[in-house]
């Protein structure tokens, strides 16, 4: 997923600031894609050089610190972005997960150690899946396709779960007969 593109998505709903942008990025697409800072900035440095966003400075009442830059789609915006839109998708599925690329090699380690990582795993689900499905109520007011985004995020909490509780039954038994 690029960057330029969802800044430019998420600034339909509202103006932002950078740190909100990655904020809703992090809550909202983190099961399917991160982004850090030194990702966000320089895009909406570029995006305001290339004229598809606005920034203005908003001054911080009461508050020490300079003032925070909130930045705005432009009609060049969102033509680039309905553009981007319209286009075929990336055809991949990228499924990046840390846990992944460390489990492939759990081989070369202590079985044990792995089983403790993989009960870590079971529980971050398990608190992921409660927070998405009590959250479930408020993505149903939004329109069809946030609510089916949503719900697939569900449904591979569910998967990954199952995939995570029958690998630790695997693992354990392995572990057993050694």
Known sequence: MSVKYSILGLLHYEDMHGYRIKEHIEKNFGYMWSVNYGQIYPNLKKLEQE??????????NGKKGPPKKLYSLTEAGRDAFQEWLAGSPERSMLLRDPFL???????????ERALELIDEQIT??????AGRLS????WRTKDV????????????NKMMLAWLKETRQKVAAEVQDQ
């Open 51 to 60: 004229g598809l966003i606005s920034m203005r400075e908003e001054v911080q």
């Open 101 to 111: 690329m460390r489990f492939v090699f759990f081989g070369f380690g202590d079985k």
């Open 124 to 129: 971050a689900y398990e608190w992921d899946l």
């Open 135 to 138: 959250k479930k109520e408020k």
């Open 145 to 156: 396709f946030v609510n089916q985004l949503a719900e697939l995020g569900i449904e591979m």
